[in-house]
């Protein structure tokens, strides 16, 4: 079936670095989501992709979806020690039927620490 | 956008015991999805939950060990029958919104 895989799978940066996820899928993403999970939280949608080489930015936030549609990436411009967390690019795959419609398909995840 | 209300928050459980956790939604919603996540790991969907028909089960999970009831479109549970210390793990329920997925707080298990 189709994985979606996450590097790094931990990183640890300076406040005041940049960050950057990498996603990367077997199959072509009909779309890509991305979500943040603090630590003890649940995860939260932060945007959605659908578009071939499609960039969007939320403030210190870059999401760009690859031209293929098999990779993403999420890059953090001056982490700052809120950004903590686990950040998971996603798939919402189209419906196939009544029984999978609207599941997410989530990627493996990458935890990013900073130091203060 | 859902607001997601998922009880209990946490729970130690003996091994062999079952818990059921519940979650209620504040709108109606027509499926209700169940998640696992392990210790540092990513969600794995266990199941869909759907009114007024059997739970849809993904690959590796099975009705016998998750049963789910989904008894309107506001609410559904979720045991975890005949609990080993494997089984210890954070379950989200999730609803889908028009893009986005919304997720209640959810349940840490610990099985000993």
């Known amino acids: 079936g189709q994985q979606v895989m996450q590097i790094p799978q931990y990183q640890h940066v300076q406040e005041g670095e940049d960050f950057t996820t990498y996603c990367n899928s077997s199959?072509?993403?009909?779309?890509i989501q991305w979500y943040k999970q603090r630590p003890g939280g649940h995860p939260v949608f932060l945007i959605q992709?659908?578009?071939?080489?499609e960039v969007k930015k939320q403030k210190r936030l870059t999401f760009q979806f690859g031209e293929a549609k098999k990779n993403s990436s999420l890059h953090i411009t001056a982490t700052q020690t809120t950004d903590v967390g686990t950040y998971f690019c996603?798939?919402?795959?189209?419906?196939?039927?009544?029984?999978?419609?609207?599941?997410?398909?989530f990627g493996s995840g990458t935890r990013l620490s900073i130091r203060p | 956008s859902a607001v997601i209300s998922q009880k209990p928050s946490r729970d130690i459980c003996q091994r062999g015991t079952s818990l059921t956790i519940q979650c209620q939604v504040d709108s109606q919603v027509t499926m209700m999805f169940w998640y696992r996540q392990q210790p540092g790991q990513s969600l794995t969907l266990i199941a869909t939950a759907n009114q007024g028909s059997e739970a849809t089960y993904e690959s590796g999970f099975v009705i016998d060990k998750f049963p789910i009831s989904r008894p309107n479109l506001t609410f559904s549970t979720l045991t975890v029958s005949n609990m080993s210390p494997e089984d210890s793990s954070i379950y989200l329920c999730s609803v889908a919104g028009g893009t986005e997925a919304f997720f209640g707080q959810g349940t840490r298990l610990t099985v000993v």
């Open positions: 996603a798939e919402r795959p189209p419906t196939l039927g009544y029984s999978s419609a609207s599941k997410i398909i």
């Open positions: 992709l659908v578009k071939s080489g």
């Open positions: 199959t072509t993403l009909s779309n």
